[in-house]
């Protein structure tokens, strides 16, 4: 199936094979998963030509998972991925919080795309803990 709609960019994180090949480009819903990550990675006001978007997940470094938290959290997301992801519709969001005490809360999202109805989801890892990977 053509998803050339869905649009192309450069891959995130940006690789170059080469100086002469230039930057490996993501296209269909290899980009729409990494505009997710990149929206949910970015902060507030980080970007200064693009002020609003970004998410606040960096306010939940600190809080415990507790059951009103995580209802923050979830309302937290999917308020950035409506305003910011207009190629998916969101359908669910779950925790894991297998390894939380290793500093990681696994978030799913479960997504549509729009004009293909064809459903994905992804995890994020969200790091409680200053040292991400």
């Known amino acids: 199936m053509d998803q050339s709609f869905?649009?192309?960019?450069?891959?995130?994180?940006?690789?170059?094979?080469?100086p002469d090949s230039g930057p490996?480009?993501?296209q269909g819903e290899e980009l729409v998963k990494q505009a997710i990550s990149i929206?949910?990675?970015t902060l507030k006001g980080e970007r200064p030509f693009w002020s609003e978007l970004g998410s606040g997940l960096s306010n939940f470094v600190f809080e415990d998972a507790?059951?009103?938290?995580?209802?923050t959290l979830k309302q937290e997301i999917s308020a950035v991925l409506l305003n910011h992801e207009p190629r998916i519709i969101l359908e669910d969001i779950s925790f894991?919080?297998?390894e939380l005490y290793d500093g990681v809360l696994l978030i799913e999202l479960t997504y549509?795309?729009?004009?293909?109805?064809?459903?994905?989801?992804?995890?994020?890892?969200?790091?409680?803990s200053e040292q991400s990977v």
């Open 39 to 41: 929206a949910l990675n």
């Open 24 to 26: 490996h480009m993501a």
């Open 96 to 98: 894991d919080p297998q």
């Open 6 to 18: 869905l649009g192309q960019g450069w891959g995130f994180p940006p690789q170059f094979a080469s």
């Open 112 to 128: 549509l795309i729009r004009k293909t109805n064809s459903r994905s989801n992804m995890v994020y890892p969200f790091y409680l």
């Open 66 to 71: 507790s059951e009103s938290a995580l209802v």
